[in-house]
Nanobody
């Protein structure tokens, strides 16, 4: 059974930081491209960051470049999203996504940026 479990979300003030984690099981993690998406109610899910199997090349949405960093640890079956200088517009549910010839989603973790 494939599972992607996100953690690390929460409430943070503007300018603050959070680190999201995604633990994968049931897949050959090192073979999968890993992505972080986010979604706001009423809007389409947006690709935030993407990392290939060996850690590169890495892609970011223009809105998060210079503030967010995606990384992975294939030995631990983990992918991370370090989010710095958070803004209110970063408020969303963040989802972990694994892609090969199939794809899987986590359940999401809420990030709220507010003073």
């Amino acid at each position: 059974q494939v599972q992607l479990v996100e953690s690390g979300g929460g409430l943070v003030q503007p300018g603050g930081s959070l680190r999201l984690s995604c633990a994968a099981s049931g897949i050959t993690f090192s073979s999968y491209q890993m992505n972080w998406y986010r979604q706001v109610p009423g809007k389409e899910r947006e690709l935030v960051a993407s990392i290939t199997t060996n850690g590169g090349p890495i892609k970011y949405a223009d809105s998060v470049k210079g503030r967010f960093t995606i990384s992975r640890d294939n030995a631990k079956n983990m992918v991370y999203l370090q989010m710095n200088n958070l803004k209110p517009e970063d408020t969303a549910v963040y989802y972990c996504n694994a892609v090969l010839w199939d794809y899987y989603w986590g359940q999401g973790t809420q990030v709220t940026v507010s003073s």
